[in-house]
């Protein structure tokens, strides 16, 4: 009995030969379909070995979640058995086996829905890029480009070239380089103007961000000597100008990105750095982090210090990310003084940290974007998704509502309500931004099991859970991912 039925089991050669496996050809490399019904064919054999055993000492009911579902499973029964083991060993369920297989195994990098409610969301990949930017990637991609050569004379040319000079053009900047992130900036920075130096910074800014980038270990790889000055709530100039000796390699402020010291506080604003350091000869750098070309204060959200008013300021470099605030491809902008720019360029680690052609086209075509602020509104999904209108979300929420048919608002509650987003990536900290958020329950399964299957949707939907409810923010949904939700609720509600 139990040789009949594992001799029926189909091989390998025979599913690759089916036409629902073969299908999967068309999406997966061979290798890795053969490597996935070999692991599905070996559990299935596993599971039927095991079920026979129970099923002979009379323990016929097998709760165990490794057994594929066997539809119309009867206890008892032996034929019935045999039956249900025919209908699980068809290619039909067998191919179904090996695409979960594959999309568990295999998933990579892919389309994803963000429904948390977090714009700059470090899992989700940051900041999505704007139409224009996605464009210019696709220009530069599958032909030859102008990345580092001279059109007029044909002479090899500098690949930063023009990104260096719209970035001057939007901060009001000397000179400017790019690197590969902002934890990449600070590292050159420090590493050409402070290797075997004091470099003097607050107890309160020396931050955490988030994937172990801690300021104090960014220092020593440098090869910079970390002076703390003042205390972890106040620091005043004297005590700056009391830290600085012939071995000062410079003063460095960092943006106190993802978190807050509220009540009894003191910092020394950069004009007055700016001015000690001229004083004493001694460059200031500004680690800004999020790099906001537009003050989210002017749609009433929080301030943030933006790039402009720290280069009128007088910083002699700035740094920030290129895929925070700013809304790009990943990458790390230093901006300032062409004095020191220069002596940056210079340093063999810029060969090391520099970025792609596509990095360049992306970035590129981002920063065009600023030289119209309206338009850089609009069109930058960040500040789009930032600067959206309460109103503008709720319709959101509604069209979602108004495509759910009664089967599957029979399966699950779901209805609008208030919440907060929030900006992510390490800016504006603990300032949510009011939004509307579709809220769901269900009686049939738990908040937990609902989010993992909306995690296990084609594309993967992610979501908030609070208090058995899966929160939807339909903040940081595009208009067309709309109906693709309401397909996977309308695909839960009805299995
Ligand atoms: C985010 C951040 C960084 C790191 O930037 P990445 O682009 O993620 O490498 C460094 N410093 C500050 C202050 C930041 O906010």
């Known amino acids: 009995?139990?040789?009949?039925?594992?001799?029926?089991?189909?091989?390998?050669?025979?599913?690759?030969?089916?036409?629902?496996?073969?299908?999967?050809?068309?999406?997966?490399?061979?290798?890795?379909?053969?490597?996935?019904?070999?692991?599905?064919?070996?559990?299935?054999?596993?599971?039927?070995?095991?079920?026979?055993?129970?099923?002979?000492?009379?323990?016929?009911?097998?709760t165990s979640p490794s057994c594929p579902p066997c539809e119309g499973e009867?206890?008892?029964?032996?034929?019935?058995?045999?039956?249900?083991?025919?209908?699980?060993?068809?290619?039909?369920?067998?191919?179904?086996?090996?695409?979960?297989?594959?999309?568990?195994?295999?998933?990579?990098?892919?389309?994803?829905?963000?429904?948390?409610?977090?714009?700059?969301?470090?899992?989700?990949?940051?900041?999505?890029?704007?139409?224009e930017a996605a464009r210019q990637i696709q220009n530069v991609l599958q032909s030859f480009c102008t990345l580092e050569i001279e059109r007029l004379t044909g002479r090899r040319g500098v690949r930063y070239h023009h990104v260096e000079q719209l970035i001057c053009m939007i901060t009001g900047a000397e000179a400017a380089l790019v690197v590969n992130n902002n934890a990449?900036?600070?590292?050159?920075?420090?590493?050409?103007?402070?290797?075997?130096?004091?470099?003097?910074?607050?107890?309160?800014?020396?931050?955490?961000?988030?994937?172990?980038?801690?300021?104090?270990?960014?220092?020593s790889k440098g090869g910079a000597i970390l002076v703390e000055v003042g205390t972890t709530n106040k620091t005043y100039l004297t005590?700056?100008?009391?830290?600085?000796?012939?071995?000062?390699?410079?003063?460095?402020?960092?943006?106190?990105?993802?978190?807050?010291?509220?009540?009894?506080?003191?910092?020394?604003d950069l004009k007055d750095l700016v001015l000690l350091g001229r004083e004493r000869s001694i460059?200031?750098?500004?680690?800004?982090?999020?790099?906001?070309?537009?003050?989210?204060?002017?749609?009433?959200?929080?301030?943030e210090p933006t790039v402009q008013e720290s280069i009128e300021d007088g910083a002699d470099i700035v740094t920030f990310s290129t895929d925070k605030l700013l809304g790009g491809p990943q990458g790390g902008i230093i901006a300032g003084k062409k004095k020191w720019i220069d002596l940056l360029k210079r340093n063999p680690l810029t060969r090391a940290l520099r970025v792609g052609k596509l990095t360049i086209a992306a970035l590129e075509a981002t920063l065009k974007l600023y030289l119209d602020e309206g338009l850089a509104e609009k069109k930058i999904p960040v500040l789009a998704m930032m600067f959206a209108s309460v109103e503008t979300i709720e319709e959101r929420c509604k069209k979602l509502i108004s495509k759910i048919t009664p089967e599957a608002k029979t399966f699950m509650d779901i209805s609008t309500v208030e919440g907060i987003s929030e900006m992510g990536?390490?800016?504006?900290?603990?300032?949510?931004?009011?939004?509307?958020?579709?809220?769901?329950?269900?009686?049939?399964?738990?908040?937990?099991?609902?989010?993992?299957?909306l995690r296990g949707n084609t594309p993967p939907i992610f979501a908030r859970i609070e208090q058995d409810r899966v929160l939807l923010d339909m903040r940081t949904v595009y208009d067309n991912e709309v109906d693709m939700i309401a397909a996977a609720l309308e695909n839960i509600g009805s299995s």
């Open 1 to 62: 009995m139990r040789q009949d039925i594992l001799r029926s089991i189909p091989s390998v050669h025979e599913l690759l030969e089916s036409p629902e496996i073969s299908k999967l050809l068309a999406i997966y490399p061979r290798q890795l379909v053969v490597d996935a019904i070999r692991a599905v064919l070996e559990d299935v054999r596993q599971t039927l070995t095991h079920k026979k055993d129970l099923l002979q000492q009379g323990n016929n009911r097998d």
């Open 74 to 131: 009867e206890t008892g029964e032996v034929k019935e058995f045999v039956e249900a083991q025919t209908i699980a060993l068809s290619p039909q369920r067998l191919s179904i086996l090996v695409r979960q297989f594959l999309r568990q195994k295999y998933c990579g990098i892919g389309h994803a829905i963000n429904a948390t409610g977090i714009i700059l969301h470090t899992g989700l990949g940051r900041a999505p890029l704007a139409d």
């Open 184 to 219: 990449a900036a600070v590292l050159l920075v420090l590493d050409t103007l402070a290797r075997g130096k004091e470099v003097v910074i607050s107890r309160s800014q020396l931050v955490e961000i988030g994937g172990s980038f801690r300021m104090p270990d960014v220092m």
């Open 239 to 268: 005590d700056y100008s009391n830290a600085i000796t012939e071995r000062t390699g410079l003063i460095l402020k960092v943006h106190q990105s993802n978190f807050k010291i509220v009540g009894f506080t003191e910092m020394v």
């Open 283 to 303: 460059p200031v750098v500004y680690d800004l982090g999020s790099g906001a070309l537009i003050d989210p204060e002017r749609f009433g959200l929080p301030r």
């Open 425 to 453: 990536g390490g800016s504006l900290p603990g300032e949510g931004i009011p939004t509307k958020l579709i809220s769901l329950h269900s009686e049939k399964i738990n908040a937990g099991e609902l989010a993992a299957q």
